[in-house]
């Protein structure tokens, strides 16, 4: 790193990330894929997949779709369960300086509240991050849209953890800074928004959606100005930290939701079109742009 690197971010509660640059939840897996292709430990974070009590198996594939400068995704939130994650897969995490961030999903508070629990004794988990914006399964959005469910949730997610909680925001909402300020007022140490947008794409040939179920989530550079206004929202309506996710494609494109008040930032799809992303965009920040 250069003199001018960017330096550290506190988010509160003992989670300091080493620099603002993290790797989205959904696009990095565990990171234990990512981590045989890039030099994973000079990041500033890694949010996992979005882990739940019970192991998933996802939705029916297809579960992606490219659009217009962008993808859509539907995949259901496929993953080993918070039991797997906590014997299995953090050990494996021993020893990485990144900090490991795991997303939380559930379709109950009480289910949020039991993976943060298991979670709670495993040193190798510097956070927490619920994800209360999930448009791919049944239940996915029923926190994210509500300002007073999102604060329920994290009102009982507060209770059961020391660990810095970071609450990630769903656009598919008619006033984000409503859902910010319901979940800081609750306890939340910070925000990280956006999860990905309500789409659709046609099978020209048949007439009928490319996803299996309708609908999926876009990302990916089509979303960096919808995301940018959010985050922007977002920042004018809290005082915690606020991390911005949404399209970034390198420094630049980084640096404008560093602009517009978010204290760090998260790569995820444009991981998928080059796994070295996340770490042009650390490379190509100074510590002046924030
Ligand atoms: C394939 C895929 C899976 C994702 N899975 C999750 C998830 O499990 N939990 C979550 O909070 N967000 C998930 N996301 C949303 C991303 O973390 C991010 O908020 C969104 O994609 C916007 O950022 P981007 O445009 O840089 O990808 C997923 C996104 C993609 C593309």
Same mark, same amino acid.
């Given at each position: 790193?250069? =003199?001018?690197?960017?330096?550290?971010v506190?988010?509160?509660?003992?989670?300091?990330?080493?620099?603002?640059?993290?790797?989205?939840?959904?696009?990095a897996?565990?990171?234990? =894929?990512?981590?045989?292709?890039?030099?994973?430990?000079?990041? %500033?974070?890694?949010?996992?997949?979005?882990?739940?009590?019970?192991?998933?198996?996802?939705? +029916?594939?297809?579960?992606?779709? =490219?659009? %217009?400068?962008?993808?859509?995704?539907?995949i259901? &939130?496929?993953?080993? %369960?918070?039991?797997?994650?906590?014997?299995?897969?953090?050990?494996?995490?021993?020893?990485?300086?990144?900090p490991?961030?795991?997303?939380?999903? %559930?379709?109950?508070?009480d289910?949020?509240?039991h993976c943060v629990?298991?979670?709670?004794?495993?040193?190798?988990?510097?956070?927490i991050?619920?994800n209360?914006?999930?448009?791919?399964?049944?239940?996915?959005?029923?926190?994210? !849209?509500? +300002? @007073?469910?999102?604060?329920?949730?994290?009102?009982a997610? !507060?209770?059961?953890t020391? !660990?810095?909680?970071?609450?990630?925001? #769903?656009?598919?909402?008619?006033?984000?800074?409503?859902?910010?300020? *319901?979940?800081?007022?609750?306890?939340?140490?910070?925000?990280?928004?956006?999860?990905?947008y309500?789409?659709?794409?046609?099978?020209?040939?048949t007439?009928? #959606?490319?996803?299996?179920l309708?609908?999926?989530?876009?990302?990916?550079?089509?979303?960096?100005?919808?995301?940018l @206004?959010?985050v922007?929202?977002v920042? *004018? *309506?809290?005082?915690? +930290?606020?991390?911005?996710?949404?399209?970034?494609?390198?420094?630049? #494109?980084?640096?404008?939701? &560093?602009?517009?008040?978010?204290? $760090?930032?998260?790569?995820?799809? *444009?991981?998928?079109?080059? +796994?070295?992303t $996340?770490?042009?965009?650390?490379?190509?920040?100074?510590v002046?742009?924030?």
């Open positions: 790193m250069t =003199e001018n690197a960017p330096g550290s506190d988010l509160g509660r003992g989670l300091t990330l080493p620099n603002p640059v993290g790797l989205a939840s959904g696009t897996g565990y990171g234990f =894929e990512l981590e045989q292709l890039i030099d994973i430990n000079r990041l %500033g974070a890694l949010y996992t997949k979005g882990t739940t009590m019970d192991a998933r198996a996802g939705n +029916p594939p297809p579960r992606v779709a =490219e659009t %217009g400068g962008g993808m859509l995704n539907s259901g &939130l496929q993953n080993p %369960g918070v039991d797997s994650v906590a014997t299995t897969y953090a050990p494996r995490w021993t020893g990485w300086s990144i490991i961030i795991v997303n939380i999903a %559930g379709g109950s508070v289910e949020y509240v629990s298991v979670l709670e004794p495993v040193s190798e988990v510097a956070g991050e619920l209360i914006s999930c448009p791919n399964i049944a239940q996915g959005l029923d926190f994210g !849209r509500d +300002p @007073a469910e999102a604060a329920r949730l994290v009102a997610v !507060r209770a059961v020391q !660990r810095c909680v970071i609450v990630k925001l #769903s656009p598919n909402v008619t006033d984000i800074a409503a859902v910010a300020r *319901a979940v800081e007022d609750a306890g939340a140490d910070a925000v990280s928004a956006v999860n990905t309500i789409g659709r794409k046609i099978h020209r040939a007439g009928r #959606s490319v996803l299996p309708g609908t999926g989530g876009l990302s990916g550079p089509a979303i960096q100005p919808l995301a @206004a959010a922007a929202a920042c *004018a *309506a809290v005082h915690i +930290p606020v991390i911005g996710v949404g399209g970034i494609i390198d420094a630049a #494109s980084a640096r404008d939701f &560093l602009i517009v008040g978010a204290c $760090a930032v998260q790569v995820g799809t *444009a991981t998928f079109v080059n +796994p070295e $996340a770490l042009q965009v650390l490379d190509g920040l100074r002046d742009d924030y």
